[in-house]
């Protein structure tokens, strides 16, 4: 059993935990993920290590709400265990050599974006962190990017906070003004990953777009997180999760995302149901 030692809902459908990992914790790399349980019975979840702690021997993840297992997972409290951690696991982004990146997050693939941003600032990069959401209320990790950019652009879909408009915006108005980063990498909704690729596609910019497909056992074996790379098939738990975004077939990988949305959907009202007669 894997310790929570400290929770946070960081907004109305996200939360971030410490856990209690040492072996993952000894390990982890910026762009790493684990596979969670919330209990014996529960599905395996996989989570991008968002921070790592070696000496307290921690790892954190951030995650949100979307069926039954993460309900499941957000309810549990401070003090109380995980029934599994495994990892780390995927290949860690390579940043090696890149000084002039920027990292392009949306929503909760900010959690994702911000540990490469932390490791790219540790060896002396110039990091331009630009971090999209729908609107302010669901902002994350504002001062956390701020302390390892050296340039941070905030945008939301409304103009709440920030600049109006997508992370596209301010991406397109650097490039077109001259920036030229070394590379660009981005995660977040794929819709928004797929917009990122084919703004830098021109100025034939590397751009690197870390995956999150569906996923159960995180070794390649059972293919769920299969994509199409370049033409050719690749799973983004052993070959990934980053991948050449220019390659991608992002119309692929978004029809595959949808396959199983009536099941979680019914997942998770089959644990509200189940949670209220617990609480009667």
Do not use: W
């Not at 894997?2 to 040492?22: D, G």
């Not at 799973?235 to 990988?253: K, N, Q, Y």
């Amino acid at each position: 059993m894997y310790r929570i030692l400290k929770r946070e809902q960081l907004n109305a459908s996200l939360v971030r935990m410490e856990i209690e990992a040492p072996l993952a914790a000894r390990k982890a790399l910026a762009g790493q993920f684990v596979i969670l349980r919330a209990d014996e019975r529960g599905e395996r979840i996989p989570l991008t290590i968002a921070d790592f702690d070696r000496e307290r021997g921690t790892v954190s993840v951030i995650f949100q709400i979307v069926g039954g297992a993460t309900m499941a997972l957000a309810q549990r409290r401070e003090g109380e265990c995980v029934a599994d951690v495994v990892g780390p696991l995927g290949n860690p982004t390579e940043v090696e050599g890149l000084t002039n990146v920027a990292v392009i997050g949306g929503g909760v693939g900010c959690a994702i974006a911000y540990p490469v941003a932390k490791r790219l600032h540790a060896m002396g990069a110039r990091v331009t962190a630009i971090a999209g959401f729908r609107t302010g209320d669901l902002v994350i990790l504002q001062r956390e990017f701020a302390e390892v950019a050296d340039r941070l652009i905030l945008t939301t879909d409304d103009g709440s906070l920030g600049e109006k408009g997508n992370v596209c915006v301010p991406l397109n108005r650097l490039l077109e003004a001259g920036e030229r980063f070394d590379a660009v990498f981005t995660v977040g909704p794929l819709p928004m990953m797929k917009y990122v690729a084919e703004a830098t596609r021109p100025y034939r910019l590397k751009t690197i777009a870390s995956m999150n497909p569906i996923m159960i056992d995180g070794t390649g074996m059972c293919g769920c997180c299969r994509l199409t790379v370049g033409g050719e098939m690749k799973f983004a738990c052993v070959d990934g999760p980053d991948f050449d975004a220019h390659l991608i077939d992002f119309g692929e990988a978004m029809g595959r995302l949808r396959t199983y949305s009536a099941f979680e959907n019914m997942a998770r009202e089959r644990h509200c149901n189940l949670f209220q007669k617990e609480v009667k």
